[in-house]
């Protein structure tokens, strides 16, 4: 699925700006992938190529990382419920292309989505470890 699609789609009807699975695996160009859950959850796995960023910093780090207005970016949390205030904050800075994925992490991995782990894994203590 292109991304003017997407936009289109999400413009007309879909204020929640989420998208599922697997739109996110076609979407071109591939997004700016935001992490929103604890460091702990993103060290244990997240999507590939997906960065952490908490909700604190995120309105300071996106600009900095992604300072054209018109980057696509998606958020993710584990279950898809506290992105929504995340997607508004950066619409509020002016960024278009912002979409929260739909279910988070849960449901991109119910839909066959593959995660990686941080090579600071091994440092974790052995209580976040699932081994």
Known sequence: MNLLSLIARS???NESREIAPHQLARMKPHPLIIDA????EFLLGHIEGAIHLSRKSLESKVPEIAPQLD???????AVGTSC???VEALRRLGYEKVFSLKGGLQN????GGLVESSP????????????
Do not use: D, Q
């Open 37 to 40: 859950r604890e460091e702990r």
């Open 71 to 77: 980057t696509p970016i998606v958020i993710y949390c």
């Open 11 to 13: 413009e007309h009807g």
């Open 84 to 86: 929504a205030s995340a």
């Open 108 to 111: 991109w991995l119910e839909a």
């Open 120 to 131: 600071l894994r091994e440092k974790l203590p052995r209580s976040f470890s699932r081994a």
